[in-house]
């Protein structure tokens, strides 16, 4: 019997291939087979358990009754926390009130994508890459698609973003990239900096801005000479205009634990905040606790 049509959005929006591919796998090994599964970045946690100390910190935090709702942005212990690492590391400043906590990337993305991209907006991003064309098509932006080329380890070049730069939105942008796992260089990566400023500056005061979503989660598993760069260190005017993307998820075998990070501007922070708190995408107070314990000052990593 048929219930019916939907919405045009549930009607035409297709599930997440990699998460529908993943789960496959997972019920063939539970069947018996073995399949090594590189296909959502996911980690056997038999294998790659979380750090002894975060599962402690965990553990005590459910026990002290930290089962409460967090604040919609996060807690303040975390957000600092969050911000003592990112300059730590990155030699990058932000206050608390330019981060917003999250049950992971996903919801931050997607809040970025709400709080930015109007119907017919362009949005700039490359294949391969992930989930962009399901987030341009919640929006009902419109797709601008680079098919980066080998030759230049499939990441997307400042010239062939520029042709399509001209009144476009949002440019989203992920380095190591999911999924190739190749990287921008200083080089590039500055070059697409200046087309971001430059477009700006060509802007009345009264126009949207063009925004540069930089998805950085996988930014501290790089080897060898390979070393991760990001925009604002670059070009400290990107500060304006960049939403950076970033969690625990990789860096620390924790996919399941769920706290993730953006930061940006206020304006578009404040903005993702209220689309979360709708959407009550926040990560669970023991576990923002817990985090904040291991991002404390000076801790080696």
């Known amino acids: 019997m048929s219930s019916g049509k939907l919405s045009q959005l549930s009607e035409t929006l297709i599930g997440s291939e990699i ?6 796998i997972k019920e063939k090994n539970r069947q018996g087979l073995k399949v090594y599964n ?3 970045g996911d980690f056997d946690s038999s294998i790659f358990p979380i750090p002894q100390e975060l599962e402690e910190e965990i553990i005590n935090a459910y026990k002290e009754r930290h089962t409460t709702y967090p604040p919609a942005d996060g807690i303040m212990e975390l957000r600092s926390a969050v911000a003592g690492f990112i300059k730590q590391r990155e030699k990058i400043e932000y206050a608390n009130n330019e981060i917003l906590i999250a049950a992971g990337g996903r919801p931050l993305i997607y809040a970025a994508f709400r709080a ?10 490359a294949v391969p890459s992930w989930n962009n064309n399901h987030y341009v098509h919640f929006t009902e932006g419109e797709h601008i698609v680079i098919e980066s080329q080998h030759k230049n380890n ?3 070049t400042a010239e062939e973003i520029r042709p399509h730069i001209k009144g476009a939105s949002l440019l989203a942008l992920c380095s190591p990239l999911n999924p190739t796992g190749t990287t921008f260089s200083k080089e ?3 070059a697409i900096c200046d087309l971001v400023i430059e477009e700006n500056a060509s802007r ?3 126009d949207k801005k063009l925004y540069l979503l930089y998805d950085q989660i996988y930014w501290t598993l790089t080897y060898g000479d390979t070393a991760h760069v990001n925009p604002v260190t670059l070009r400290p005017k ?3 205009y960049t939403i950076f993307i970033d969690g625990i998820s990789k860096a620390f075998a924790a996919t399941g634990v769920r706290v993730g990070w953006a930061m ?3 304006n578009i922070i404040n903005k993702m905040k209220a689309i979360n708190s709708h959407v009550g995408a926040w990560a669970p107070m023991a576990e923002q606790k817990s985090c904040s314990w291991l991002f404390t000052p000076n801790r080696s990593y």
């Open 264 to 266: 940006g501007p206020v």
């Open 19 to 24: 998460v529908r591919l993943g789960a496959e």
């Open 38 to 40: 590189y296909t959502i």
């Open 154 to 156: 499939f990441m997307p």
């Open 116 to 125: 930015i991209v109007d119907k017919k907006d362009k949005v700039i991003y």
């Open 188 to 190: 590039e990566l500055t």
């Open 238 to 240: 990107m500060k304006e």
């Open 204 to 206: 009345g005061e009264r």
